[in-house]
């Protein structure tokens, strides 16, 4: 059974950093493309960043680039996501994706405030 949970999450100040974890089981991370979403108030859901395999290409929306970096643990089967210079439009409920025998599974999401 494939199951995401995400964690990490909390306020933060502009400028300040965060690391969100996503912890997976029912599945092999490095064998997937593991994806990072965020969905602010009133806007659709985007996507952030990607991780592929097999040797963990990763890209990035332009408004996170040079600011966020993906990455994997394999042993923990654990992908995270490290935030930097956080901006208040940054604010977002962050969640982890994985497309699994072509279904889309999503965590339940880790809340990400941006505020002073």
């Known amino acids: 059974q494939v199951q995401l949970v995400e964690s990490g999450g909390g306020l933060v100040q502009p400028g300040g950093s965060l690391r969100l974890s996503c912890a997976a089981s029912?599945?092999?991370?490095?064998?997937?493309?593991m994806r990072w979403y965020r969905q602010a108030p009133g806007k659709e859901r985007e996507l952030v960043a990607r991780?592929?395999?097999?040797?963990?290409?990763?890209n990035y929306a332009d408004s996170v680039k040079g600011r966020f970096t993906i990455s994997r643990d394999n042993a923990k089967n654990t992908v995270y996501l490290q935030m930097n210079s956080l901006k208040p439009e940054d604010t977002a409920v962050y969640y982890c994706n994985v497309n699994y025998y072509t279904m889309d599974y999503w965590g339940k999401g880790t809340l990400v405030t941006v505020s002073s």
């Open positions: 029912g599945f092999i991370i490095s064998t997937y493309s």
């Open positions: 991780i592929s395999p097999p040797g963990g290409y990763t």
